[in-house]
């Protein structure tokens, strides 16, 4: 972020913290602090994109943003860390690095522990007006078999992770997202593999072409909603990034019915 824009994230950060709203209301809209603050829509969705991964702003809806609401579980004190005393690399190559780590648990002779080091991932849920989502029907050789998967791809070095977001839509899908909200951030297989994965959901999409990437492409169709729960119970639902998208949708519309098209 620029230095206008670190200082309109540090100014709304502050106000979170100093608790100027109270847990479960709704933060000002999109426009009323573009306004207030004179910053440009899209640098602001990126301050509010990382108030979202810090926990302290949840998205609700269409760029609608609310403060998180109050828990009642406490984080335990007096619970130790494991202590790392070093690492090594055993296979490095520009997809995969395999290591061994010397690690020391509470109360627990040192031992070494294999750690797999992935990409940076970021993986994008389009979802339309007539409450259908952007997939594609791929074909998986690992698991050897066909399912349904959203865009996604790897975060380039240098580049934000709303634009592989955008980037991977487009390249996978030919269509472009018209907005972007960055939902969660999240490690897929915390114990032994490193490689976080950025959510987004986006509302809205154009269409801008043919897919470009085709060896990452598939059958491209606007999915319903309402015909997720049956996929995922047939197992046709590829890939932690495309649940942790969906089912987060499902959980944030729980309250309304999906209208699915004709």
């Not at 010397?102 to 339309?128: M, N, Q, S, Y």
């Amino acid at each position: 972020m620029g230095p206008k824009t670190t200082r309109v994230y540090e100014a709304l950060r502050a106000r979170l913290v100093a608790g100027d709203y109270a847990p479960g209301d709704r933060f000002p809209s999109e426009r009323t602090l573009a306004e207030e603050l004179s910053i440009g829509r899209t640098a602001l969705r990126q301050v509010l994109a990382r108030l979202v991964s810090e926990g302290l702003l949840e998205v609700r809806g269409r760029s609608s943003y609310r403060v998180p609401g109050a828990v009642s579980v406490q984080r335990p004190e007096g619970v130790e860390p494991w202590h790392v005393h070093g690492e090594r690399n055993v296979y490095d190559n520009r997809w995969v690095r395999l290591q061994l780590w010397d690690v020391e648990p509470p109360g627990v002779a040192r031992f070494e522990h294999h750690v797999v080091k992935l990409h940076h991932v970021a993986v994008t849920a389009v979802v339309d007006d007539q409450d259908r989502v952007l997939m594609m029907w791929r074909y998986r050789f690992v698991p050897k078999q066909f399912g349904w998967e959203l865009p996604g791809g790897i975060v380039d070095e240098g580049e934000e992770p709303s634009e592989t977001a955008l980037r991977e839509t487009v390249e996978e899908t030919g269509w472009r997202p018209k907005s972007l909200e960055h939902i969660v951030t999240y490690q897929p297989m915390v114990g032994m593999v490193d490689s976080p994965h950025e959510i987004f959901v986006g509302h809205g999409a154009e269409r801008v072409g043919d897919p470009t990437d085709l060896e990452e492409t598939g059958h491209i169709e606007w999915v319903p909603l309402a015909d997720i729960p049956g996929l995922m119970a047939r197992g046709e639902l590829m890939g932690s990034g495309t649940l942790v998208a969906l089912l987060h949708i499902l959980a944030t519309r729980s309250g309304r019915s999906p209208t699915t098209s004709r």
